[in-house]
């Protein structure tokens, strides 16, 4: 009769009771749970009865006890991978949104475990034994640092942008200049945030120029605020024209409104003096008469995902007391990493050395260069004819919509394959992907590189031990 053979093979399938009481069945079961471990097995077995059926087997190994816990086994593994992990960031882009923008500073990590595992006096004032307020724990430095009467944080700067909005224009007008109205990625725009908190965007101006006198025409009792965005992600260059801060902030005083400057990165030191472009920070900004400003934590301030809100005590009490204050606060591990983080710009001397991001974005070609060569070495020897491995000089960017211009002088090892393809430099970008550790670099004009800024020294090691476990053929 017709498949006969495979009856006797699926009769010959163990149950999943002797499977969960052998040895390793057991071993499994504590590790994970009898109950994980039951299903997956039983899933095993589903798969051998549809090879059996399929005639889809090498040899009858494949349906023994042994090989079913160690594929059971297998998927138990993968399923308790962690799927968020660390990676290389090569991609030339520093503070990379999709790959997590700032590193945070062993002073941060240190902060956060003290009080992570534990409970933590994040909203309980000690003095008093009364309920605290957990903004007090950053206020002291963020004031400091700003110049701003008081501050509050938030999930990340959207949410500040968009609290702001809610809380003091509800329903009014809010003028912004028509060159302003900026996208960053991942559905931030300008447009929408202001429908979202239920203000009314009022264009003015043209997308090159926008003058004191089209922000005047438009100012009336329905007015909620006048709001300045930075350009983060493009420039605007030729024959241009903006509205000084201080002109704004004089407008809005003759108006009684507030003058709500969104800096987008949160520069709280002249970036300058470390070769870096000079941005407005958050302190001229003050100086210049906002009465709030709004940035972020993570993008050059180089510290945990945040928003920051900073200004008029006043206007951040009124913040504080709203319902989307509440939704939108963030958690004591944030909290602790940010104030780390405020902390070392105390001390502007060692801050280069101290703060990760700020290192890896003034570090110097050459530096950069010693480690390109190095690594060179074993990534030839692992292509050997397949690959020419190269040094190229490079620029990389400081991502984040933070200066849209490659612009830091940097050094790449270039890789460029003996018989090029495109869709084998695909295959080889994804090799480099699957490392146990992956690494993200990008194929630019014909070649995969990898921008060495932020390889440093420190995880050279760690980059190098895993270059035999590559997975790529030509
Ligand atoms: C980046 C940016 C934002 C959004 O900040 P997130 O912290 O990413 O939420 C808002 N406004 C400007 C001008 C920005 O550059």
């Known amino acids: 009769m017709k ?5 006797s093979k699926l009769r010959a399938l163990p149950s999943v009771d002797k499977l969960l009481h052998s040895e390793h069945g057991a071993i499994l079961a504590a590790e ?27 040899h009858a190994s494949f349906f023994d ?10 998927a138990l593994e993968e399923l308790h991978r962690s799927l968020l992990r660390p990676v290389f960031n090569l991609t030339g882009t520093v503070l990379h949104t999709n790959l997590g923008r700032a590193p945070l500073p062993q002073e941060a990590i240190d902060e956060v475990m003290a009080v992570m595992s534990g409970a933590s ?3 309980f004032n000690l003095t008093s034994g009364k309920r605290g307020d957990r903004d007090e724990l950053v206020e002291t430095w963020l004031t400091r640092l700003t110049g701003a009467e008081a501050a509050t944080v938030v999930n990340n700067n959207a949410a500040a942008v968009l609290l702001v909005l809610n809380t003091l224009a509800r329903r009014k007008e809010v003028p912004v200049s028509r060159g302003e109205l900026v996208e960053i990625g991942g559905s931030f725009r300008i447009p929408d945030v202001m429908a979202r908190a239920g203000s009314k965007l009022v264009e003015v101006g043209t997308t090159n120029r926008t003058h004191l006198a089209d922000f005047a025409d438009v100012m009336s009792p329905k007015t909620g605020l006048i709001m300045k965005i930075h350009t983060s992600n493009y420039v605007v260059q030729g024959f241009t024209a903006s509205v000084a801060d201080r002109d704004l902030s004089a407008l809005a005083r003759l108006h009684d409104v507030p003058f709500v400057n969104d800096l987008g990165s949160g ?3 002249d970036f300058s003096k470390y070769g870096l472009p000079k941005e407005q920070t958050a302190f001229e900004a003050i100086q210049a008469g906002a009465d709030l400003i709004t940035f972020s934590g993570d993008k050059l301030l180089g510290g945990p995902q945040c928003g920051i809100i900073a200004g008029k005590a006043e206007l951040i009490k009124k913040i504080k007391r709203s319902a989307l204050k509440r939704a939108l606060r963030v958690d004591k591990l944030t909290l602790a990493a940010l104030n780390a983080v405020l902390k070392l710009y105390g001390n502007p001397d060692v801050l280069a050395q101290k703060l990760p991001s700020l290192r890896l974005l003034a570090r110097p070609q050459k530096d950069i260069q010693n480690v390109a060569k190095r690594i060179a070495t074993p990534l030839q020897e692992y292509f050997k004819d397949d690959a020419v491995v190269s040094l190229s000089d490079c620029k990389s960017q400081i991502g984040s919509g933070a200066m849209p211009i490659d612009i830091l002088p940097s050094s790449a090892v270039k890789i460029s394959l003996s018989r090029s393809s495109g869709k084998k430099l695909g295959l080889l970008a994804t090799a480099f992907r699957g490392l146990p550790i992956p690494v993200v670099g990008r194929i630019h004009e014909d070649a995969f590189f990898l921008d060495i800024r932020c390889l440093e020294e420190q995880d050279e090691k760690r980059f190098v031990s895993q270059i035999t476990q590559l997975k790529f053929k030509l």
């Open 3 to 7: 498949g006969e053979p495979n009856t």
């Open 121 to 123: 006096n994040v909203e």
């Open 32 to 58: 994970y749970g009898i109950q994980i471990v039951t299903e997956t097995l039983r899933n095993e077995l589903a798969d051998c009865r549809e090879s059996i059926k399929a005639k889809l087997y090498d």
């Open 267 to 269: 520069t709280l030191l």
């Open 65 to 74: 006890e042994k090989h079913i816990l160690r594929k059971a086994e297998s």
